[in-house]
């Protein structure tokens, strides 16, 4: 790798980092690059919070991934790994997992994460970034990349004082199956799949669940309706000039949680078998700690001891809360509309080389953004910005220039060299 490679430092090390190292390798970009992790390695959050709700395969479908390739995972995957739904199908859990690591192993990216965090940015007067690590190091790469999928969670008021402070009570990742109190009572809020994973896999481990939802559960097989996936829904969005509507519109097209129609079947299942009680249009209202337990009671006029309560009830993305987009924030470079910034077409924050993916680029790539297709749309716009080419023209190309084929996965060159400046 030259010295005149341009240096791309990237926060984060899931789907969205692993989109954008695997597009450079398989596009042959000369950059950089390097990923930091605390975990130090690709993927962990993400392959945590999959065990931590026994998760068997993923909602999205096979097409979508970290390659640029859509059918790259169908070609290397048994049909047996591969679960119908709606005329796609649906990666196990395994197979999604065992595709990721073929990458990472194919692509040479192995030793491309360093185990550390970043806890402060700063950008100069050019919109240079220099980024300052756990340890007091700094980096000044030519382009910082944010994809840690930073979101503020959404805790109910009635529970706020006990999240962080009493173990029996959990929210979001920390709520894990493998503390299911076997034989006792679990309360899981939340009409979203994580709460419904919890709650069918608490019940089916042995504890009797009561699910609580703001609304009746609404049952969909994606989060986001299939048309966003195409021109017809997102040349409009893309050329809506107020990032107001575009936000309202993102509200619309996600429309909170909901469940796919398979795991609606599971609830159901375990409901007539006594093990769950489904209360919908009910919200938290009060929740006691003793050393008996916990009394959980909702607007509903319910009541239940509880052992464990388990909050499923999501986060929400907002940069102005967010400590390295702080000051991007109060430069003022940038419209932030619901806690969602208004990104240049290279979803840098204007003014600056600081590039965001992720929902946090969803005024720019529209409600698919934080899905694992906008991810590799937000990879491809980047690869053509480090090439010089016009990102918009590069994401509306299924694959990509210069794309891996998909039933070899070759390596590209020597693969990403990591920048230690």
Do not use: Y
Request: aromatic content about 2%; hydrophobic content about 40%.
């Amino acid at each position: 790798m030259t010295g005149s490679s341009p240096q791309v430092l990237v926060v984060g090390a899931g789907p969205a980092a692993l989109s954008i190292a695997t597009v450079l390798t398989c596009q042959q970009v000369p950059v950089d690059l390097e990923v930091i992790d605390p975990a130090g390695r690709w993927m962990a959050a993400w392959h945590r919070r999959f065990a931590a709700q026994d998760i068997p395969h993923l909602r999205s479908p096979a097409v979508h991934h970290p390659h640029p390739d859509p059918f790259a995972l169908l070609a290397t995957t048994p049909h047996d790994e591969l679960t119908p739904s709606g005329g796609t199908n649906l990666p196990s859990t395994r197979s999604f997992a065992r595709f990721c690591d073929e990458l990472v192993h194919r692509q040479r990216l192995e030793d491309a994460v360093t185990a550390t965090s970043a806890t402060c940015l700063q950008v100069d007067g050019d919109g240079a970034p220099t980024v300052t690590l756990a340890d007091g190091s700094t980096r000044r790469p030519d382009h910082l990349v944010l994809a840690t999928n930073a979101r503020r969670p959404n805790v109910p008021s009635a529970v706020r004082r006990l999240v962080g402070h009493d173990p029996r009570v959990a929210c979001g990742d920390a709520a894990t199956l493998d503390a299911t109190p076997v034989g006792g009572h679990v309360v899981v809020v939340g009409g979203g799949l994580s709460a419904a994973h919890l709650a069918v896999g608490a019940a089916e481990r042995g504890a009797t669940v009561t699910l609580l939802t703001r609304r009746a559960l609404r049952v969909r097989r994606f989060d986001t309706h299939p048309s966003w996936l195409g021109p017809s829904k997102r040349r409009p969005f893309e050329l809506e000039p107020d990032p107001h509507v575009r936000r309202r519109t993102i509200d619309e097209a996600r429309g909170g949680g909901s469940v796919p129609h398979r795991m609606r079947r599971r609830l159901e299942r375990c409901e007539q078998l006594g093990a769950l009680e489904l209360r919908s249009r009910v919200t938290l209202t009060d929740v006691e700690a003793d050393d008996r337990g916990l009394r959980v009671r909702d607007s509903g006029g319910g009541s239940v001891r509880a052992d464990a309560l388990w909050l499923a009830t999501g986060g929400a993305i907002d940069v102005e809360r967010d400590v390295l987009c702080r000051p991007l924030v109060s430069g003022g470079r940038a419209t932030v509309v619901g806690g969602m910034p208004e990104l240049d077409r290279d979803l840098s924050w204007p003014g600056t080389r600081v590039h965001l993916v992720g929902a946090a680029a969803s005024l720019v790539l529209g409600p698919t953004a934080g899905n694992l297709v906008g991810q590799r749309r937000a990879a491809l716009r980047l690869a053509a910005v480090l090439r010089g080419d016009d990102p918009v023209d590069a994401d509306r190309i299924a694959t990509g220039a210069g794309a891996c084929s998909a039933a070899s996965l070759r390596v590209h060159g020597d693969g990403l060299a990591r920048s230690r400046s």
